[in-house]
């Protein structure tokens, strides 16, 4: 039996995260036949209060809560959830957005890339939004999106976190998500973390899910409000906390591009822009 550990992250889009539950039950139902995969589902909601906790309990009461404190933030709550699966030691651990809605057969065709490359190699889906662009998968190490082929996996350096297997030989390797970031990053630098310890990150093929990106002009970018105003939305986790940034990119890019990004956020936030319209 191949036991996989779904793991999300939730806080305060109930409607959403209940149709991506949806989702996963429909992909967990479709691999009932062969009686050969097992999945729990681990779910840190951080002190929503849409009920969304409630809602899940009740149309998925198999899925097991964890209750943040409102501070962890997407990273710290996917890290929260993965400590709490890691105590049943399961094959895989596959992280999922929870405003992701899967495509039929994404579980099945990560897991059989997966087998191809002996469970050694973490595994990255790639998501479409409404209107059919990319939005999220794995990428370069520039950040460059890649497209999936049709059929055969692609290899990528990084990748967001949206929808991605790590097999249990990989969790052996790296442990789970770096609780030093907040919010973003964690993804990135599990990437960055892969490629430095020699194990492989793939694309697998095909279009495996559907998720919108988030659009709009950062705060911190936006000359419609103060200085003062624009440097605290940067140092916010959904902002780009220097000290989090500062250690992403040194880890990923080295000294120098740690000191230059660190120069050039303040030059954005002290040279902002216009929304337009």
């Not at 806080?11 to 062969?34: F, G, H, V, W």
């Amino acid at each position: 039996m191949v036991r996989i550990a779904i793991l999300l992250s939730a806080y305060n889009r109930k409607d959403r995260t209940l149709a991506c539950l949806e989702s996963c039950q429909a992909q967990i139902e479709s691999m009932k036949p062969d009686r050969n995969h097992e999945f729990s589902i681990y779910l840190t909601e951080d002190a929503c209060t849409d009920g969304t906790p409630e809602a899940v309990s009740e149309r998925f009461p198999s899925v097991h809560i964890i209750h943040g404190t409102g501070h962890l933030f997407w990273n710290r709550g996917m890290c929260a959830a993965w400590s709490m699966a890691a105590e049943e030691d399961p094959d895989f651990y596959l992280w999922i957005n929870d405003d992701i809605v899967l495509k039929d057969g994404a579980f099945a065709v990560m897991l059989e890339i997966s087998a191809a490359l002996g469970n050694k190699a973490v595994v990255v889906g790639t998501a479409e939004g409404s209107h059919g662009e990319l939005t999220y998968g794995g990428r370069t190490r520039k950040g460059r999106m890649i497209p999936p082929d049709a059929t055969i996996p692609v290899g990528c350096d990084i990748f967001n976190g949206n929808l991605v297997l790590v097999p249990r030989y990989v969790y052996r390797r790296l442990g789970t998500m770096d609780p030093v970031y907040s919010h973003g990053f964690g993804d990135y630098d599990y990437g960055v973390r892969a490629w430095k310890a020699g194990i492989d990150s793939v694309i697998a093929p095909g279009i495996l899910a559907v998720c919108d990106r988030n659009r709009g002009l950062p705060q911190w970018r936006d000359a419609s409000y103060s200085l003062k105003e624009r440097y605290r939305f940067l140092m916010q986790p959904k902002g780009r906390p220097f000290r989090e940034q500062f250690i992403y990119d040194l880890r990923s890019e080295g000294c120098i591009r740690a000191v230059a990004h660190f120069i050039t956020l303040n030059l954005r936030v002290l040279f902002p822009l216009r929304r337009q319209g």
